[in-house]
């Protein structure tokens, strides 16, 4: 078994800041307003657009149409 040394006045080090809500080009989803909405060629990009939306705390609403998906900001 692996022996564990306590130790005392180390100091905490600088949290890591992510870019994770960097990534991507979704903007642009800020400057929404309720009932805006854009035409995506796959799922998997609107999928990405109604997460992104999610995350910055809007309802988002995503439905397939022909040709695409369908993502609006409620």
Excluded: C
Excluded at 28 to 43: P, T
Excluded at 46 to 51: L, V
Aim: aromatic residues 10%; hydrophobic residues 30%.
């Amino acid at each position: 078994m692996t022996r564990i040394t306590i130790e005392n006045d180390v100091p905490i080090t600088e949290k890591k800041t992510s870019d994770r809500k960097k990534r991507g080009n979704w903007g642009f989803i800020k400057e929404m307003q309720r009932g805006d909405s854009f035409a995506v060629e796959n799922q998997r990009l609107a999928q990405n657009a109604y997460h992104a939306g999610r995350n910055r705390g809007f309802t988002m609403r995503m439905r397939q149409i022909s040709g695409g998906y369908r993502v609006w900001r409620l």
